[in-house]
């Protein structure tokens, strides 16, 4: 198996390391990100990485960018090992660790703001509904269950955290750090990308429940979707066969996770803060294999790291 990477060390200026990626200056023009094996759950990230997860969320991204190229400017200008390094060539020998998990991108200036599109009233959604009936202070329509559908789908913004919950945030609210033009333009390209996924991904058995993009503005001025796309981890991905509005969804993510750390709480073994408790084997195994499945199932083959990306 990968052997996992929970913190890169490359020759290159850090940017700045979140709860997943590691992002790395390569020129002005330019930035490498690394995803790598950290998972968080409950806004904790744990100790323990889960192999090949960082590879996942780099390759569906590259794989949906590649979908969307045609109607959708995006950052990635490549997820291959071996271009990126005739590219940086410094990265040379660091090949392995990197192998699956980097991608070169055109460097953003990135809006302060999450393209969140919902097309089930699932998570925080689901939360606020039940308790005021609104979504972001707005009213949704009376009588919804949880996991109903949305038709058309929600657009919710939320602020960007690097650490702890975004929040949800009204469309004038949006406008009024971002502008009108913006602000029309990012939802546009939002639910374009949405939609696109969501067909495609129904055709694979598939409900892309909601998901979260980020966009930025490059030198030249486009707009650009940057950072993940369409992934386990900014999406919520439901097998359409199991489907049944009126109570949660089976996930194709890191639920394993979420329900032994559900349990870890319940019988007081764990307070819900950090420093997380150590993941067992049979947990890491399983979360790492439903990553697996998601991009097997989404792209219509397993993940190959051999060759080229």
């Known amino acids: 198996m990968t052997t996992a990477l929970r913190a890169s060390a490359l020759p290159l200026p850090l940017l700045r390391r979140g709860k ?19 998972v968080s759950a409950f806004d904790v990230v744990m100790d323990d990485p889960i192999p090949q997860k960082g590879a996942v969320l780099t390759q ?70 039940r308790a005021t009936g609104t979504l972001a202070g707005e009213a949704l329509p009376a009588g919804l269950r949880e996991s109903d559908r949305f038709d058309p789908p929600v657009f ?12 949800n945030i009204t469309i004038p609210q949006m406008r009024a750090t971002l502008g009108e033009a913006v602000t029309v333009e990012l939802e546009r390209l939002a639910r374009l990308v949405y939609t696109r ?16 993009f980020e966009f930025g503005r490059a030198a030249d001025g486009r707009i650009l979707l940057i950072d993940e ?17 009126g109570g949660p969804q089976a996930s194709f993510d890191k639920q394993p996770l979420r329900d032994w750390l559900d349990a870890e709480r319940g019988a007081g073994r764990w307070n819900g803060e950090a420093p ?33 990306s």
Request: glycine share 6%.
């Open 156 to 167: 919710s913004p939320a602020t960007k955290a690097e650490t702890g919950h975004d929040e």
């Open 229 to 245: 796309a369409l992934t386990p981890d900014s999406s919520r991905f439901w097998p359409a066969a199991q489907y049944a509005p």
């Open 276 to 308: 997380p408790p150590t993941l067992p084997p049979e947990v890491i195994e399983a979360t790492r294999l439903r990553y697996l499945d998601a991009y097997a199932r989404i792209t219509g083959a397993p993940l190959a790291l051999s060759g080229h």
């Open 197 to 212: 996924g969501r067909d495609l991904a129904a055709m694979r058995g598939i409900i892309i429940a909601d998901t979260k």
């Open 60 to 129: 569906i991204t590259a794989w949906w960018l590649r979908q969307l190229a045609d109607e959708v400017a995006h950052h990635m200008v490549s997820a291959d090992i071996d271009e990126i390094i005739a590219t940086v060539p410094t990265l040379g020998p660091h090949r392995n660790a990197l192998h699956g998990r980097a991608m070169l991108c055109v460097r953003t200036e990135v809006f302060p703001v999450e393209c969140v599109v919902r097309g089930y009233l699932s998570g925080s959604a689901w939360k606020e509904y």
């Open 20 to 38: 997943v990626r590691d992002v790395y200056v390569v020129d002005d023009g330019h930035l490498l990100l690394v995803a790598s094996d950290r």
